[in-house]
Structure formats: structure tokens, C-alpha cells
């Protein structure tokens, strides 16, 4: 007696004799998809079926290839959300099915076609192995998104996570088809995003996928080619199609390759998963050339390709895939980063638009490394830099804001990466802020960059209390109205010559109880808690924040402060900075008391 399974949440077919006898072989051969396809309802789809899928292996034109249903999984995607299980394979005359052994990323999207009618999208494979079989987001669900307005908030089901468990029942029968063990085929997983990136060294693509990991994309990292931003005639895209969803154009283009599922008049669906989920957004819809399919059967086979032409504005990300207003560009965000290069005498000014503020930070940061890289015409390596950038946007209430900063910076290891972390760190904080949504306008950066290392260091601090000797100390015991004159050593490099410099700090005359003598660098000075740690005693909101910033220490600087005991809340008691031609780095502390 064969145990029923429906009651366990999905329904297989039977695997061997039992299942070839519930094929239904198609009466015609295939034709290319066409718009506005009828949908299948999802109670019509079951196991045994066959379907004609269609992706791009290479090139732009689709092809197609044969999918097999096995079955359905209840509440598989979410709860109310189903998934379809499925078996893919290569039709007569092809063989990219076989060559790149299953389901590879970028196939996401890949509509599937029974009787007819759009039945769903390929969108799920097996979480630790390439294979033929995975999982197909449902097209009845997709169409749904077709209805959402602008400004919608709808599709409430929460997802599930990334994975998608297996049954135990059903996992014997699917491994067995897909040649893997019964441990591997214990979950589906969305099918991983290439994000196809142009001009950005391996370091800067590390980057960008810790970053895009951190806001819950799951990501393959390849190299593209470079795409302006949108204007004049829009592309078509067709079903079957390449489909990138573009995070920014220009010296930096980034975006995440997938298939077209359904176009109808000035919309289209894509991807069968989604992006970022998070709603509303507003990613370039483009058209890409895809170079071929890069197999690799142990962290998963994916297409490599190039973004191309436009085909409007993605307007919602959402748990059943993407949706495309065609025609419509996106509003961008510039980001623009001029480098002079003393050593080399290049000067370039590097230019990449971002689709949305939450992008900007790494945009930012990218830009500039990749500008930095080449003005100076090599890669990771010491040097010193002088920083300089505007940026500038709008509040909340449709206020504008700006701010602009210069800085000093010298590197021992990478002057490029150092200098554009520091801009993506202020970048990020303004995006990340407690007070209110802002937008960016713009972001301008202007580096003067030379391969020698300019810094000082702090040797040694010699410390005069009221006019007294010179000497070092491990401790100090103060009273309100006390002169401390410091005397500070710093090593010049590149000379090695031996600096002084001498600071005057008064003790305030309120001042009671323990505290920190500092004398520090400005290149080790931890950043304002304001800039960096919103909402940490800081006041003033947004604008304070932005004051903040403005405000915040220079490398270039010597500072001598007396900070109160309190790791949490710290509070500067006394404070005075000297000026230094230079990054100076280099920190020294002793504990004081303040005693009447």
C-alpha cells in the first residue's frame, strides 16, 4: 500500500513506473513566449505535468527547455505561499541544462509555460548543490503584484526565510533525481543573485558583498561591464529575457541579473524571489548580454553577464518576485569623485549614479576607490591623501541639508580603501540616522592623492603642572585652576626627524573627581558618537548630527583633552588642539584626579 502524502503538506508523484504513467505529453511543438499570457491557476497545477520553460544561457535570445512537475509544497515560500517543485531538463538540440548540471543563478525568473499558460517562475534550487530540481514561485501569486499601486503596502505574508525545508518523505524520492544525498536535498533556497559590477578591484568587490549580505541579499559576485545611466528610447523586454535589476550606472554599474517572467503593456514581472523585499523601490529595470554560464557544481553553477539597455524603473521588490514600469527612468543620485595623483600626473574625475539612497554608501565608496586606483595607477598600496567632499540632500519635510568636510589621511597598507571607508562611513551614518528619512541629493569628492606616507607619531609626552619640570607621569593628582603644559615627541615620517610641540591645558574651576588625561592624533581620535553612534546622548537631531560631522576631529590635528570617567557617556572636560602639517597619529593616557 503506497502512504498517502498529501496530508504531510505537499504532493509528489510517484517516482518509476507509477510516475511516467502520469505524463501528459505535449501536443505541439513550443512557441516563443508572448505578452500578456494567460495565467494557470494554481489548483491546476500537479504533479505530472510538463511545462516548456524559457531563459538565456548566452546572448540575449531565449531558449527554451522542459520542466517537469513533481509537485506542490504547501505554505513552501511562506505561509499561504505555495512552491511548486520541479524538474528541469534540456528540450531536443540543447544542452545548457546538462552543461551547467541543473538550475544556476541568474535563471530566476525563468517562466514556465503548461498548455499554454504561465504557470510560474524558476526561482529556487538546492541549498548546498547544483541540480536539475528545485522550486518554481507560482504565477497566479506573481500577477498579484501587477495590481499594487504606487504607494502600495500590500503582500503581508511574512516570508520564511531564505530556505525552504524539504520534508522528510519527500526528500528520498528527490534525491534520487537529483543525484545528491538525502542531507543535501533537505532544503530549496532562492536561487542566489549575480551582481554583475564594472570598474571595482576584488578588494572593493569583497566589500560590496559583505555589504549587500548585511541588508539580506543572497549574492554571487561577478564583473560586468559598464552602463549609462537611462535616457531617451527605452528597450522592450521580453519573457524568457535577461533581467537586471540596477543598484547604480555609470564607472560603477551594479546590478543583480535574473530572467524576465511575464510583460504585458507597460508592465513586467521578473525574478520569482525577491531582491531586497523590501516594498516600494526604485532599481533600474536594464536589459543584459549574457557571456556564457559559469559551471561550478560546488558553490553553485551562474551566469556571467553585462547590463545594457534600459527598460524602465522597478517599482516594487516583493516576496513573488520584482515588478517593472517600462518606460518610466529612475531618479538618480550622482556621485562624483575627482583624483590628482602627484606622483603620476593623472588627474580623473570618475562619475556613477546611484538608484536609491540606500545605495549610496557603497556607491560612494566605490566610486572612490576605483577613481584613487586609477589616478595612481596601482593597486593596494601605502600613501596620503588630502579629502575634501560636499554632500548635500533633503529632509524629511523636503528641507535641503549639506555639509561639507576635509580631512587628511595617511595608510601603511592601502591609501585608496582608507580613503574611501572614510567617506562611506560618513555616508552611511547620515543614511542610517534615528531622526528622520532623508534622501541624497548629491556627493562630490575631490582627493589629492601621493604615494609617500606623510604622517607623525607620538613618541612621548612630558608633562609641566604649574610651571614645574618636565617629566613623565603614570598618574596625576589635580586641583581646579591647574596649567598643565604638555610637551609632546612625534616622529616625522618620511624624514624620521624628531618634532615637538607643546600644549597648554587649563583645569576648569568646577571641575571635580576621576578622570582621563589624553593626548592623542586626530587620525586615531574615534569619530564624534554623534556622526557615527546616533542617538548616544547626542542632541539636535538630523541637524545635529550634520553639526556633528562638520565639526568632527581632523587627522591633521594634536589634540589634549581631560575626559571624565564614564565609559558609556564620556563628557570633555577640558580640550585643546594644535594644528599639524600632516595625519598624525599616535595615542597617550594617564589617569587623574581632580581634588578641591
Known amino acids: 500500500m503506497i502512504p498517502s502524502i498529501a496530508s504531510r503538506g505537499w504532493r509528489l508523484a510517484i517516482a518509476g513506473a507509477l510516475a511516467l504513467t502520469s505524463i501528459a505529453l505535449p501536443t505541439t511543438v513550443a512557441a516563443a513566449p508572448a505578452e500578456c499570457a494567460p495565467i494557470l491557476p494554481l489548483n491546476n497545477i500537479h504533479a505530472g505535468q510538463i511545462g516548456t520553460g524559457w531563459t538565456v544561457n548566452r546572448g540575449s535570445v531565449p531558449k527554451q527547455f522542459r520542466v517537469e512537475v513533481l509537485g506542490v509544497l504547501d505554505d513552501g515560500i511562506a505561509p499561504g505561499r505555495d512552491m511548486v517543485v520541479i524538474e528541469v531538463s534540456d528540450s531536443p538540440g540543447n544542452t545548457f541544462i546538462e552543461d551547467a548540471g541543473g538550475i544556476w543563478s541568474g535563471m530566476s525568473g525563468s517562466p514556465v509555460y503548461i498548455n499554454g499558460k504561465l504557470a510560474g517562475a524558476?526561482?529556487?534550487?538546492?541549498?548546498?548543490?547544483?541540480?536539475?530540481?528545485?522550486?518554481?514561485t507560482p504565477a497566479q501569486g506573481m500577477a498579484q503584484i501587477l495590481d499594487y499601486s504606487a504607494a502600495a503596502a500590500a503582500d503581508t505574508a511574512e516570508p520564511a526565510g531564505n530556505r525552504v525545508r524539504v520534508p522528510q518523505a519527500m526528500r528520498s524520492d528527490l534525491a534520487a533525481r537529483a543525484g545528491l544525498t538525502e542531507a543535501q536535498a533537505s532544503s530549496f533556497s532562492r536561487l542566489p543573485v549575480p551582481i554583475a559590477v564594472s570598474g571595482v578591484p576584488s578588494r572593493g568587490l569583497d566589500r560590496l558583498e559583505e555589504s549587500l549580505e548585511r541588508q539580506g541579499l543572497n549574492v554571487i559576485m561577478t564583473s560586468g561591464s559598464r552602463a549609462g545611466a537611462p535616457g531617451g528610447a527605452m528597450d522592450e523586454p521580453v519573457p524568457g529575457g535577461n533581467f537586471a535589476a540596477v543598484l547604480s550606472y555609470g564607472d560603477v554599474t551594479a546590478g543583480g541579473i535574473g530572467t524576465t517572467t511575464y510583460v504585458c503593456g507597460e508592465q513586467a514581472l521578473a525574478f520569482g524571489h525577491p531582491l531586497q523585499f523590501r516594498g516600494?523601490?526604485?532599481?533600474?529595470?536594464?536589459?543584459?548580454?549574457?557571456?556564457?554560464?559559469?559551471?561550478?557544481?560546488?558553490?553553485?553553477?551562474?551566469?556571467?553577464?553585462?547590463?545594457?539597455?534600459?527598460?524602465?524603473?522597478?517599482?516594487?521588490?516583493?516576496l513573488?518576485?520584482?515588478?517593472?514600469?517600462?518606460?518610466?527612468?529612475?531618479?538618480?543620485?550622482?556621485?562624483?569623485?575627482?583624483?590628482?595623483?602627484?606622483?603620476?600626473?593623472?588627474?580623473?574625475?570618475?562619475?556613477s549614479r546611484s538608484t536609491m539612497d540606500d545605495f549610496v554608501p557603497d556607491v560612494g565608496f566605490l566610486q572612490l576607490l576605483t577613481s584613487i586606483d586609477l589616478a595612481v595607477d596601482h593597486g593596494a598600496a601605502p600613501g596620503t591623501a588630502r579629502l575634501r567632499w560636499t554632500v548635500s540632500g533633503h529632509r524629511q519635510n523636503g528641507n535641503p541639508w549639506s555639509y561639507t568636510n576635509q580631512n587628511r589621511i595617511a595608510s601603511q597598507l592601502d591609501i585608496s580603501f582608507d580613503s574611501a571607508a572614510r567617506l562611506a562611513e560618513e555616508l552611511f551614518a547620515i543614511q542610517t540616522n534615528p531622526y528622520e528619512n532623508i534622501s541624497f541629493e548629491s556627493v562630490e569628492a575631490r582627493i589629492w592623492v601621493e604615494d609617500v606616507v606623510k604622517q607623525n607619531t607620538i613618541e612621548q609626552v612630558l608633562i609641566s603642572r604649574n610651571g614645574g619640570t618636565f617629566r613623565e607621569r603614570d598618574f596625576m593628582v589635580l586641583a581646579p585652576g591647574d596649567q598643565l603644559r604638555l610637551r609632546v615627541k612625534l616622529r616625522e615620517a618620511p624624514s624620521g626627524a624628531l618634532l615637538t610641540r607643546t600644549l597648554t591645558l587649563n583645569v576648569p574651576g568646577d571641575a571635580f573627581g576621576e578622570a582621563f588625561l589624553v593626548v592623542q592624533g586626530g587620525g586615531d581620535r574615534d569619530p564624534d558618537p554623534c556622526?557615527?553612534?546616533?542617538?548616544?546622548?547626542?542632541?539636535?537631531?538630523?541637524?545635529?548630527?550634520?553639526?556633528?560631522?562638520?565639526?568632527?576631529?581632523?587627522?591633521?590635528?594634536?589634540?589634549?583633552?581631560?575626559?571624565?570617567?564614564?565609559?558609556?557617556?564620556?563628557?570633555?572636560?577640558?580640550?585643546?588642539?594644535?594644528?599639524?602639517?600632516?595625519?598624525?597619529?599616535?595615542?597617550?593616557?594617564?589617569?587623574?584626579?581632580?581634588?578641591?
Open 122 to 136: 524558476v526561482a529556487y534550487g538546492f541549498s548546498s548543490a547544483t541540480s536539475p530540481v528545485g522550486g518554481m
Open 280 to 318: 516600494r523601490s526604485a532599481y533600474g529595470a536594464n536589459d543584459a548580454n549574457a557571456i556564457t554560464i559559469f559551471a561550478d557544481p560546488v558553490f553553485g553553477s551562474f551566469k556571467l553577464a553585462n547590463i545594457t539597455d534600459p527598460f524602465g524603473t522597478v517599482d516594487q521588490d516583493r
Open 320 to 351: 513573488l518576485g520584482l515588478r517593472a514600469a517600462l518606460g518610466d527612468a529612475p531618479d538618480l543620485i550622482p556621485i562624483q569623485a575627482r583624483v590628482s595623483s602627484s606622483d603620476t600626473g593623472n588627474d580623473r574625475t570618475g562619475r
Open 531 to 596: 556622526a557615527f553612534f546616533p542617538g548616544a546622548g547626542c542632541e539636535g537631531g538630523f541637524l545635529g548630527q550634520i553639526e556633528a560631522l562638520d565639526s568632527q576631529p581632523r587627522a591633521d590635528t594634536l589634540n589634549a583633552r581631560l575626559e571624565s570617567f564614564d565609559f558609556e557617556n564620556p563628557e570633555i572636560i577640558a580640550s585643546v588642539d594644535s594644528s599639524m602639517d600632516r595625519a598624525t597619529y599616535g595615542s597617550f593616557g594617564i589617569g587623574v584626579s581632580i581634588e578641591p
